[in-house]
């Protein structure tokens, strides 16, 4: 990770509340004007789960699933481009007195808000196509919301981990895989950042009787857990990464 270095008589006071949430809106607006010119990446973010989903319809807890991976995939991997081809101007503008937070904030909350979108579009689709044989239908949309929240910031992290766009996006992409392959009913697999997906893919299609209120609480809590946990490791990385190294004024 690297830092910018600046030379310096005095320290600047800190940025206000306003200043901070000023910042953070131009950046999440510029970041989401990058993204929309990026339509190939969007185009496969759309696509890719929806051929999960498409491939697996006929077993509906398998597609949702699918879907889900599909699009938690789709959104780390739109946070870790952005992380990575961010990276130098976000260093210039730290450098030039940009608050670290306000940068981290809102690349983040572009791709959030993009991955949101994305999600309620495929929570129409399946309502659409399979709602009326799924058992607690409203929740489809809190299931992909909830994806997404979590695979956001994963991507912002993978690319503090690995700060190359390829090797990153293939350790996600083996991160995704790994939640496909293994037993999601083996205790370990709780360790697995989307392993929420399972309880609530039953909790829509299963009749659970009066085990499913556990089903959904499981997969809310560790869902927002995951969130909470992987959106203050991308804060403190970013915060770190752009910290400003003060030099002292040559004599």
């Known amino acids: 990770m690297t830092a910018a270095a600046i030379a310096e008589p005095g320290a600047p006071g800190p940025a206000s509340g306003h200043r901070l949430l000023r910042t953070a809106v131009l950046v999440a607006t510029v970041t989401a004007h990058e993204l929309a010119r990026r339509r190939g990446a969007l185009v496969l973010a759309l696509l890719l789960p929806l051929t999960f989903y498409l491939a697996r319809i006929d077993a509906h807890w398998?597609?949702?699933?699918?879907?889900?991976?599909?699009?938690?995939?789709?959104?780390?991997?739109?946070?870790?481009?952005?992380?990575v081809s961010s990276r130098s101007i976000d260093l210039r503008l730290a450098a030039s007195g940009a608050s670290p937070t306000a940068l981290v904030l809102g690349r983040h909350a572009a791709v959030?808000?993009?991955?949101?979108?994305?999600?309620?579009?495929?929570?129409?689709?399946?309502?659409?196509?399979?709602?009326?044989?799924?058992?607690?239908?409203?929740?489809?949309?809190?299931?992909l919301l909830l994806t997404v929240t979590v695979a956001?910031?994963?991507?912002?992290?993978?690319?503090?981990?690995?700060?190359?766009?390829?090797?990153?996006?293939?350790?996600?992409?083996?991160?995704?895989?790994?939640?496909?392959?293994?037993?999601?009913?083996?205790?370990?697999?709780?360790?697995?950042?989307?392993?929420?997906?399972?309880?609530?893919?039953?909790?829509?299609?299963?009749?659970l009787g009066t085990q499913a209120g556990d089903y959904l609480r499981r997969g809310l809590l560790h869902g927002a857990s995951?969130?909470?946990?992987?959106?203050?490791?991308?804060?403190?990385?970013?915060?770190?990464?752009?910290?400003?190294?003060?030099?002292?004024?040559?004599q």
């Open 62 to 83: 398998t597609a949702l699933r699918l879907l889900s991976i599909g699009l938690g995939w789709a959104a780390a991997t739109l946070a870790l481009f952005t992380s």
């Open 112 to 143: 959030l808000s993009l991955g949101w979108l994305i999600a309620a579009l495929y929570s129409g689709l399946v309502l659409l196509t399979i709602g009326d044989k799924l058992t607690h239908p409203a929740a489809v949309p809190l299931m």
């Open 152 to 207: 956001a910031p994963l991507g912002s992290v993978a690319a503090a981990v690995i700060p190359r766009d390829l090797e990153g996006a293939l350790l996600l992409l083996a991160v995704m895989a790994l939640q496909l392959l293994v037993d999601p009913a083996a205790g370990w697999t709780r360790a697995l950042p989307l392993w929420s997906t399972r309880e609530l893919s039953s909790y829509l299609v299963e009749a």
């Open 226 to 250: 995951f969130a909470v946990g992987l959106m203050a490791l991308t804060w403190l990385l970013g915060v770190w990464r752009l910290r400003v190294i003060r030099l002292p004024e040559p």
